[in-house]
């Protein structure tokens, strides 16, 4: 038996036969004991400890799922009880494997890389959750499986990802074994088209840990586990994984992506970096003036549009953290207006994620959280970095990343047709079908003029308005657009639900007469209602110039309280109330005439939000339906002090952020 020191893979053996008794009687209760005082809270029942890969570059070619080495054979060897039980299970008839599901394609899913965990979000995903109950059906008896753990026990695990299982099966129990060594098979076995670890790779199995011993799927093999080949004592049984199965998935197993789940077996491979993304932002000067465009797509990673036509994921590193990097380099578009521009209107969207992750622009910060499986909207106002790029990365597993341009922010220059000073209003509501009695009927297109603050120079180049829409008796989308326009996947839509109302903050560009185009691609009648936050006048001297800044969460301030205002106001539900409360940004606001937030609010029950400064606007800023989420840029003209209120009804969970200011 190998001394402690030799448990850690280093030191040799001891000089006396008793002392080394005593040494490893030593450790081994020492070890129970941590395992014991270090179990999680509820969510799991044991203390396992993490393994964390080992990488060599030799590594990764030879082997296959026959498990053991010649270590592994003198160690079973020699022990009598060991072989009676392996005797044992070899005589129980196995189980049958995991039924497969209809049309599983001829191609697998590559073997996973190793991606450590990084983040904290225990939650069950989804493919872990369909893995345990495959294992449930399976093996009737086999119902103990664990798979969140809270963040603050133990050190590095998957399991704080919702990503790992421990499926509670003892390799002592004859009965057992042979159930863990029927599903392992299963597993790791060659299917019949040649593929190796098949129902490995179609699940996104990582690693699993078993009996002494850690298969990789970065190695493709078995090697022992934590040196325990030279710890057969019953102290070590959980640390050693023989009284349960560990199972840790990639990212796109544990959002149930794969192949076995109906996903595709050659998912898009991982963003390369083209180059490294400029540090510093683009000089904004005193400020900037808007040129607003026709929606248009700069970026999509499916297709590999804006990435030299190759298809990828934006991805994090293997370990967590920020990966490599996307650049689109703006400055350089055809339709640019060249070196003025300093920033761009965008909105980016994520698709097909599988983990929870914070989108950032390198030069800007944080964008938006990601969701598994789910699309993310975001529309807000980039800086560009000083070499006329946005670069975005993301922190955590993989996703599908979208941008559209809907404008660009430049240094003033000689006034033009195509750009304008942002002018802010309170939402001044320019169009309601409910008072001119006309609701858009189904297919119907209609022009709408939304000039606020034309002057003799002309209407205005294009505005930031509100959209909301109500009174359908079915689902559909609202596409808005510039007369003249094409519609493209970039051109601006508002969904609408049954029996729900909705307002959304958009950009649009104005044709020549300060109007835009509604369509209805639905079947059924709605109203639609219209407002203005901002116009992009061509007068400059009636507009302020935008200065963008490193995006600053609005927060309560501590002088100020918040005031329950009852009853609730119209449209709350019954028994929520409405609080109103003053917020401080901390981001310099000296001389600024408003705010421009980047605003998202998630409706769990519907209601409303409305940010002010001055006098409360008769229109909230978003309309919120229940279990669904809202993005937008918000304008709010600011008083003296440059506090922000906001008042919110319903059941509306609301975060907020300053990312530009107007002066």
């Given at each position: 038996?190998?001394?402690?020191?030799?448990?850690?893979?280093?030191?040799?053996?001891?000089?006396?036969?008793s002392?080394?008794?005593?040494?490893?009687?030593?450790?081994?209760?020492?070890?129970?004991?941590?395992?014991?005082?270090?179990?999680?809270?509820?969510?799991?029942?044991?203390?396992?400890?993490?393994?964390?890969?080992?990488?060599?570059?030799?590594?990764?070619?030879?082997?296959?799922?026959?498990?053991g080495?010649?270590?592994?054979?003198?160690?079973?060897?020699?022990?009598?009880?060991?072989?009676?039980?392996?005797?044992?299970?070899?005589?129980?008839?196995?189980?049958?494997?995991?039924?497969?599901?209809?049309?599983?394609?001829?191609?697998?899913d590559?073997?996973?890389?190793?991606?450590?965990?990084?983040?904290?979000?225990?939650?069950?995903?989804?493919?872990?959750?369909?893995?345990?109950?495959?294992?449930?059906?399976?093996?009737?008896?086999?119902?103990?499986?664990?798979?969140?753990?809270?963040?603050?026990?133990?050190?590095?695990?998957?399991?704080?990802?919702?990503?790992?299982?421990?499926?509670?099966?003892?390799?002592?129990?004859?009965?057992?074994?042979a159930?863990?060594?029927?599903?392992?098979?299963?597993?790791?076995?060659?299917?019949?088209?040649?593929?190796?670890?098949?129902?490995?790779?179609?699940?996104?199995?990582?690693?699993?840990?078993?009996?002494?011993?850690i298969?990789?799927?970065?190695?493709?093999?078995?090697?022992?586990?934590?040196?325990?080949?030279?710890?057969?004592?019953?102290?070590?049984?959980?640390?050693?994984?023989?009284?349960?199965?560990?199972?840790?998935?990639s990212?796109?197993?544990?959002?149930g992506?794969?192949?076995?789940?109906?996903?595709?077996?050659?998912?898009?491979?991982?963003?390369?970096?083209?180059?490294?993304?400029?540090?510093?932002?683009?000089?904004?000067?005193?400020?900037?003036?808007?040129?607003?465009?026709?929606?248009?797509?700069?970026?999509?990673?499916?297709?590999?549009q804006?990435?030299?036509?190759?298809?990828?994921?934006?991805?994090?590193?293997?370990?967590?953290?920020?990966?490599?990097?996307?650049?689109?380099?703006?400055?350089?578009?055809?339709?640019?207006?060249g070196?003025?521009?300093?920033?761009?209107?965008?909105?980016?969207?994520?698709?097909?994620s599988?983990?929870?992750a914070?989108?950032?622009?390198?030069?800007?910060?944080?964008?938006?959280?990601?969701?598994?499986?789910?699309?993310?909207?975001?529309?807000?106002?980039?800086?560009?970095?000083?070499?006329?790029?946005?670069?975005?990365?993301?922190?955590?597993?993989?996703?599908?990343?979208?941008?559209?341009?809907?404008?660009?922010?430049?240094?003033?220059?000689?006034?033009?047709?195509?750009?304008?000073r942002?002018?802010?209003?309170?939402?001044?509501?320019?169009?309601?079908?409910?008072?001119?009695?006309?609701?858009?009927?189904p297919?119907?297109?209609?022009?709408?003029?939304?000039?606020?603050?034309?002057?003799?120079?002309?209407?205005?180049?294009?505005?930031?308005?509100?959209?909301?829409?109500?009174?359908?008796?079915?689902?559909?989308?609202l596409?808005?657009?510039?007369?003249?326009?094409?519609?493209?996947?970039?051109?601006?839509?508002?969904?609408?639900?049954?029996?729900s109302?909705?307002?959304?903050?958009?950009?649009?560009?104005?044709?020549?007469?300060?109007?835009?185009?509604?369509?209805?691609?639905?079947?059924?009648?709605?109203?639609?209602?219209?407002?203005?936050?901002?116009?992009?006048?061509?007068?400059q001297?009636l507009?302020?110039?935008?200065?963008?800044?490193?995006?600053?969460?609005?927060?309560?301030?501590?002088?100020?309280l918040?005031?329950?205002?009852?009853?609730?106001?119209?449209?709350?539900s019954?028994?929520?109330?409405?609080?109103?409360?003053?917020?401080?940004?901390?981001?310099?606001?000296?001389?600024?005439?408003?705010?421009?937030?980047?605003?998202?609010?998630?409706?769990?029950?519907?209601?409303?939000?409305?940010?002010?400064?001055?006098?409360?606007?008769?229109?909230?800023?978003?309309?919120?339906?229940?279990?669904?989420?809202?993005?937008?840029?918000?304008?709010?003209?600011l008083d003296?002090?440059?506090?922000?209120?906001?008042?919110?009804?319903?059941?509306?969970?609301?975060?907020?952020?300053?990312?530009?200011?107007?002066?």
């Amino acid at each position: 038996m190998r001394s402690p020191a030799a448990l850690r893979g280093r030191g040799s053996r001891t000089a006396s036969g008793s002392r080394r008794t005593l040494v490893v009687a030593i450790t081994a209760a020492l070890v129970a004991g941590f395992l014991l005082i270090a179990q999680p809270a509820a969510s799991s029942p044991i203390g396992e400890a993490d393994h964390v890969p080992e990488f060599s570059e030799t590594e990764g070619a030879s082997g296959g799922p026959t498990r053991g080495d010649a270590g592994r054979a003198a160690e079973a060897k020699a022990n009598d009880k060991k072989g009676k039980k392996d005797k044992e299970a070899k005589e129980l008839p196995l189980p049958p494997p995991p039924a497969l599901p209809a049309g599983l394609p001829k191609e697998v899913d590559p073997l996973p890389t190793y991606q450590g965990q990084y983040i904290c979000d225990p939650v069950t995903k989804p493919g872990t959750d369909r893995v345990a109950d495959l294992i449930r059906a399976t093996y009737a008896d086999s119902s103990s499986i664990w798979v969140p753990r809270d963040c603050n026990v133990g050190g590095r695990s998957e399991h704080k990802e919702g990503r790992a299982l421990d499926w509670m099966i003892n390799s002592k129990i004859p009965k057992q074994n042979a159930q863990a060594e029927s599903f392992l098979q299963w597993l790791l076995a060659t299917d019949e088209n040649g593929n190796e670890f098949a129902m490995a790779r179609r699940l996104g199995v990582m690693y699993i840990g078993w009996g002494d011993e850690i298969w990789e799927s970065y190695t493709r093999r078995w090697t022992e586990l934590k040196g325990c080949y030279s710890t057969p004592q019953s102290g070590y049984d959980t640390y050693c994984h023989r009284d349960h199965i560990h199972i840790s998935f990639s990212w796109d197993g544990a959002a149930g992506q794969t192949s076995f789940w109906g996903g595709d077996p050659t998912p898009a491979p991982f963003c390369s970096a083209s180059r490294t993304p400029a540090t510093g932002e683009a000089d904004a000067g005193a400020g900037l003036d808007f040129v607003p465009v026709a929606a248009r797509r700069i970026l999509d990673t499916r297709s590999g549009q804006g990435n030299g036509g190759q298809p990828c994921r934006l991805a994090a590193q293997s370990s967590g953290g920020a990966g490599a990097p996307l650049i689109i380099d703006v400055g350089a578009r055809k339709d640019s207006p060249g070196p003025r521009t300093k920033a761009v209107a965008v909105r980016v969207s994520t698709i097909g994620s599988n983990s929870p992750a914070t989108l950032r622009s390198a030069a800007n910060g944080v964008l938006a959280d990601v969701t598994v499986n789910g699309r993310r909207d975001l529309v807000t106002i980039l800086p560009l970095a000083k070499d006329g790029t946005i670069a975005l990365t993301t922190d955590s597993g993989a996703t599908h990343v979208i941008v559209d341009l809907l404008g660009y922010f430049v240094t003033p220059g000689e006034p033009t047709a195509t750009e304008g000073r942002l002018l802010p209003y309170a939402n001044l509501v320019v169009y309601d079908t409910r008072v001119i009695n006309e609701p858009l009927g189904p297919g119907e297109k209609r022009v709408v003029d939304v000039a606020v603050g034309a002057t003799t120079d002309g209407p205005p180049a294009g505005a930031l308005l509100t959209v909301g829409v109500s009174g359908a008796d079915q689902g559909g989308r609202l596409i808005v657009r510039r007369t003249g326009d094409k519609v493209t996947p970039a051109t601006t839509s508002v969904g609408y639900r049954r029996n729900s109302t909705a307002s959304v903050p958009i950009i649009s560009a104005l044709d020549a007469e300060g109007r835009i185009l509604l369509v209805n691609n639905g079947k059924s009648s709605v109203d639609v209602s219209i407002t203005v936050q901002a116009s992009a006048v061509r007068t400059q001297q009636l507009g302020a110039l935008l200065v963008p800044v490193k995006p600053v969460e609005v927060r309560r301030a501590r002088s100020l309280l918040t005031r329950l205002i009852p009853p609730p106001t119209a449209g709350a539900s019954a028994g929520v109330t409405a609080d109103t409360l003053a917020m401080r940004s901390t981001a310099s606001a000296s001389g600024a005439t408003a705010a421009v937030l980047r605003v998202s609010a998630t409706g769990t029950k519907g209601g409303e939000v409305t940010f002010y400064s001055l006098a409360k606007s008769d229109r909230p800023s978003l309309i919120v339906p229940r279990r669904s989420k809202v993005d937008g840029l918000i304008v709010v003209p600011l008083d003296s002090q440059g506090t922000l209120r906001r008042e919110v009804v319903g059941g509306v969970e609301v975060t907020a952020h300053v990312v530009a200011y107007l002066r």
